[in-house]
């Protein structure tokens, strides 16, 4: 089959195969480079899928662990447990989430430096590009996300919020959990008084040299804040059909493992979420990506309708109740959540039984999960992914 003819799903598993098969064992050693958006074989790039699910990261873990070795894939499998665990913590603080929405509205900064931020016109040349990069590519490289936060906090003194809205906006990965706790782990505000300081030999030397003698602040301290979010308990497993309507969102879209389920229902409701109903609005790139994964489920389930957000409500409003797919901490959740109150919609999430058992140890730090992952990987292994 031709890349013409296939839909995302068959692209992106086309290449994650590709990478499994070709690219994966040069990770351990060259992850960290950025070698540029014309050269990125040494990464994966599939992170607006995972992001999506329209790859699901415990069936991509499967699938490594039938052709390598743990040991020969550690680090790769460990990034992919990050994605899974900052999730996790934010599932478990939800306050985190809500509370950096609150500050987009109330903090104070310099308007000036941030406008010339955004806008490339910094006078340090690497950030400009990577501004440009964003937001032609609509993606970056994991270590320059850390360089760019790093410089966009303590060398440009602007608040991480406002970079962590920028990022949303430009990133078709852009994702409530791994951006808003990256940009706080940068900060120093995730791991308390620890923060990531971009240095210039760094950058040269994983940029192969394309940004030497960086001016950089190297003497910031850890920023803090007094905020203690407080810790709720993860739901109870339960994925039965209740109503006999369900709704799916764009931060869940692997329909594979549920077809037989989904297929019972009389609608899937596909819903959109436009800028208008978002508190962070996207680029049209991340707005135009996220409306092609939606179409693409619409091809899976003869019995789904895509709506978008404006009328959710006329089309669900003589319902009693429905079925959600949980869509995680974050815009979709906030949106259906607060619609169904509204309708006065009785609503059934479903959950992912992996989810809530990873997430079961996403309490502390993330070295305390990383001793669960052998307990996660057989418990991956039981389930018919
Ligand atoms: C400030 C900052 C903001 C970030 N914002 C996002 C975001 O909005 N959405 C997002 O998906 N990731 C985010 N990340 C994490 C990471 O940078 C991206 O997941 C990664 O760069 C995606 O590229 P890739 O698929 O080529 O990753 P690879 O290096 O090939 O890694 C494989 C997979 O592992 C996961 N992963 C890798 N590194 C991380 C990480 N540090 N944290 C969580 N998961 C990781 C991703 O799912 C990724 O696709 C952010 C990191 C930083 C420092």
Sequence with gaps: MSNQTMNIYE????????????NILKYNSLRNYDFGANQRD????????FCHRVLLEYNIINEILKIHSYSKVEKYIQE?????????????????????????NEIKYNKLAYEDAINARTNISCFNDWVLEIKRENYLHNHTRMWFASIWIFTLNLPWQLGAKFFLKYLKDGDAASNTLSWKWVAGLQTKGKHYLANSQNIAKYTNNRYTETKLNQTAVAKNEIFIP?????????????????????????????????NK????????LKNDDRNIKLSNNVI?????????????????????????????????GIDIIYPNIGENLDFISK????????????????DLFSWQFCEKGFFKFKQKIPNILKHIKTLDL
Excluded: M
Excluded at 266 to 272: E, H, K
Excluded at 339 to 354: A, D, G, I
């Design 265 to 272: 229902y009389n609608n899937v409701y596909i819903v959109f």
């Design 339 to 354: 619609k169904c109150v509204e309708l006065k919609l009785k609503t059934n999430f479903l959950y992912r039984e992996l």
């Design 230 to 262: 407080s810790i709720r308990k993860i739901p109870e497993y339960q994925n039965n059909k209740l109503y006999s309507n369900i709704i799916i969102l764009d931060t869940d879209l692997f329909i594979h493992d549920r077809l037989d389920l989904l």
């Design 80 to 104: 992919i447990f990050w994605r899974v665990y900052w999730k996790g913590w934010l599932e478990i603080r939800p306050e985190v989430w809500d509370n950096f929405l609150l500050d987009l």
């Design 42 to 49: 040494n990464v994966s790039c599939l992170s607006s899928f």
């Design 11 to 22: 692209k992106a598993i086309k290449q994650s195969k590709f990478y499994i098969k070709k």
């Design 288 to 320: 135009n990506f996220k409306k092609e994964l939606l179409k693409d489920i619409i091809y899976y389930l003869p019995n789904s309708k895509l709506i978008d957000s404006t009328n959710f409500k006329n089309a669900v409003s003589n319902l009693e």
